[in-house]
């Protein structure tokens, strides 16, 4: 049973435009949330996060929206950018029981933004 | 260097003998964790370590995998007998723990991880 889900294996888009990748989640335990991006060779860095006890953070062009109710979140991208080219991994934490400490990562988007 | 390091960065082997893969986390960092990426797949968390607590090894996903944490900084991951199905890119992770505080949790930092292919 998956916990961390990106439904969509790849997004294209052109640049200057907007991209939208999208995560859901199954674990009402989840208090906390990242996106990671990795290029080819290289290991995930770290992009952006939020809280439970926020519905948006943005930082740049990246933005972060949280939707508790629906269990979903998605990040945006604007204006996307060609280096911006690479796999988003949507990751969820819990701050208690057996898993905390731990994120578990969704499958990834492999995000191509054309210019 | 001052990220997590990861060695070798490629291993090709034949099935059936024992690997190590090793992992330098990052310098005061007291969380390290290992992943496996196979191919088109997400990470998939094998085990984690925090400070001088027993290791999560609830992602191990047979009793061939093994991994240890010496003096709280290096950590080995040990695959006995390797299976073909054990091809995968092994990712290596360390934090400063796990939470700053309320509401705000400590990014992971990752090596470049270890391209394991068995032949």
């Known amino acids: 049973d998956q916990q961390v889900k990106q439904n969509s294996p790849s997004l294209s888009v052109q640049e200057g435009r907007i991209s939208i990748l999208n995560c859901d989640y199954t674990?009402?335990?989840?208090?906390?949330f990242l996106w990671y991006k990795k290029y080819p060779a290289e290991g995930p860095t770290f992009l952006i996060s939020?809280?439970?006890?926020?519905d948006k953070n943005e930082d740049g062009r990246f933005t972060v929206f949280l939707n508790k109710s629906a269990k979903h979140l998605s990040l945006h991208i604007v204006p996307s950018q060609p280096g911006d080219s690479a796999v988003y991994f949507c990751?969820?934490?819990?701050?208690?029981?057996?898993?905390?400490?731990?994120?578990?990562f969704g499958d990834g988007t492999t995000l191509t933004v054309k210019p | 260097g001052a990220g997590v390091s990861q060695s070798p960065s490629n291993k090709v082997t034949e099935k059936g003998k024992d690997v190590e893969l090793r992992c330098d986390p990052i310098?005061?960092?007291?969380?390290l964790y290992w992943y496996r990426q196979s191919l088109g797949q997400g990470l998939e968390f094998l085990i984690y370590?925090?400070?001088?607590?027993?290791?999560?090894k609830s992602g191990l996903p047979s009793d061939r995998f093994s991994a240890e944490r010496t003096g709280g900084s290096v950590s080995t991951l040990t695959i006995q007998r390797t299976q073909q199905e054990d091809s995968a890119v092994y990712l290596c992770?360390?934090?400063?723990?796990?939470?700053?505080?309320?509401?705000?949790?400590?990014?992971?930092?990752f090596g470049d991880g270890t391209r394991l292919s068995i032949l």
């Open positions: 992770a360390s934090s400063l723990g796990e939470r700053l505080g309320r509401g705000s949790f400590v990014p992971q930092h």
């Open positions: 674990n009402s335990m989840f208090d906390y």
């Open positions: 939020i809280s439970s006890i926020k």
């Open positions: 990751a969820a934490s819990a701050s208690g029981g057996t898993n905390a400490g731990k994120s578990t």
């Open positions: 310098s005061g960092h007291t969380a």
């Open positions: 370590f925090q400070g001088n607590s027993a290791p999560d």
